[in-house]
């Protein structure tokens, strides 16, 4: 098990659930648009956020951030060792930097010395592409165990200024490189790991990419906190992290939405109607399993386990609940029927749930 590190009041590590986190991609100069892209973030079910400070103006910026802000903020910091002191002092939860390219270790131990005082970790990053020439030339280029190397060399700089409480993230655009990496990077330290897919793409591509590297990893046990990289807007980022975390069981918030991919037998529109229900119900606020399958052989059946399904007939959909019929719908009018379907067990579990 790694060590616990506190995240402001979220905990990282230590036997702690794994925990979601996204960056900003507004100016952190602009305090109010950063603030108002936060709430979506956390509304979508983000626990930590990262914002860029590049400059002084950005430093400024995070008092009100950091004291507005609904989850904690990480500021993300290269080279310049005074705006990782100053981010510290305005209120970040956490520091991000790389040891190696903060000004040198009369440097650095001004900027864990900040932490420390103020009880901050520090999160090493490190990425394929900042590996030192020397490491490159030890271990022939870029892979796992120059990777594990750089980062570990980078975390020893802060151990060196007796600092420990420390996160780790190296990542690579490869969700092959990133899965060897952190395999050999876990049984090598105790600290906490932050998972992620770095460049993974747009959201389609790097929804897969992401899928593959860091479900992978959480499936063996690695892994605390994720982020999922993709190009656009970060609340897809949060979306797609839950599903990852959704799909292995490590988080049950949320609809778990399944369907079936049709055949021969099918006699009703599935796949335009699954895209249209699915696009419908899966931001709805209930923890339920929901299916829509294509007929009524294997529906019920294989969706036994769903809190409530569709199985296809002959122009019309056969509804049910827990694998049990309830009454035909229509194929002209399932989308929206069904949908207040989902609307109405949603809201009987969220009642019951607060009863107990």
């Known amino acids: 098990m790694t060590r616990k590190v506190m995240i402001g009041g979220v905990a990282v590590g230590g036997g702690a659930s794994v925990k979601i986190q996204s960056m900003n991609n ?23 956020t990262r914002v860029a400070v590049p400059d002084l103006e950005a430093c400024e910026a995070l008092k009100k951030i950091t004291k507005d802000s609904p989850i904690p903020v990480v500021a993300d910091i290269h080279f310049d060792y005074r705006l990782a002191i100053g981010a510290a002092e305005n209120g970040a939860a956490k520091i991000r930097i790389n040891p190696g390219n903060i000004g040198g270790p009369d440097k650095l131990r001004l900027v864990a ?28 280029g870029v892979n796992a165990d ?6 570990l060399q980078a975390v020893k700089l802060l151990e060196d200024q007796d600092f420990g409480d ?15 990496t952190y395999r050999i990077l876990s049984k090598s330290c105790d600290y906490p790991l932050h998972l992620g897919v770095t460049e993974a793409g747009t959201v389609k591509e790097g929804t897969i990419k992401s899928a593959v590297g860091i479900g992978t990893l959480l499936a063996e046990g690695i892994g605390d906190t994720i982020r999922v990289s993709l190009t656009g807007d970060p609340v897809e980022e949060v979306y797609c992290a839950k599903s990852i975390l959704r799909a292995l069981g490590l988080r049950d918030e949320g609809i778990t939405f399944i369907s079936c991919p049709t055949c021969g037998r099918t006699q009703v529109p599935l796949i335009e109607l699954a895209g249209k229900i699915e696009e419908k119900i899966s931001r709805l606020p209930y923890n339920l399993k929901v299916a829509v399958m294509g007929c009524v052989v ?43 379907e989902v609307i109405r067990v949603g809201e009987e579990r969220n009642k019951a749930d607060r009863t107990v």
């Open 298 to 340: 294997n529906g019920p059946g294989e969706a036994r386990e769903c809190d409530i399904g569709l199985a296809g007939g002959k122009d019309e959909f056969l509804l049910f609940e827990k694998g049990e019929p309830v009454r035909k719908i229509p194929a002209d009018n399932a989308v929206d029927e069904f949908v207040k």
């Open 26 to 48: 507004t100016d952190t100069r602009d305090a109010k648009a950063t603030l108002e892209q936060i709430a979506r973030l956390k509304d979508a079910g983000c626990d930590i």
């Open 113 to 140: 010395d900040c932490c420390k005082e103020r009880g901050l970790p520090i999160r090493v990053g490190v990425n394929s592409g900042s590996i030192g020439r020397d490491i490159l030339t030890k271990y022939g």
């Open 146 to 151: 120059s990777m594990t190397e750089s980062a």
């Open 166 to 180: 420390i996160v780790i993230s190296i990542k690579s655009s490869s969700p092959k490189l990133t899965i060897d």
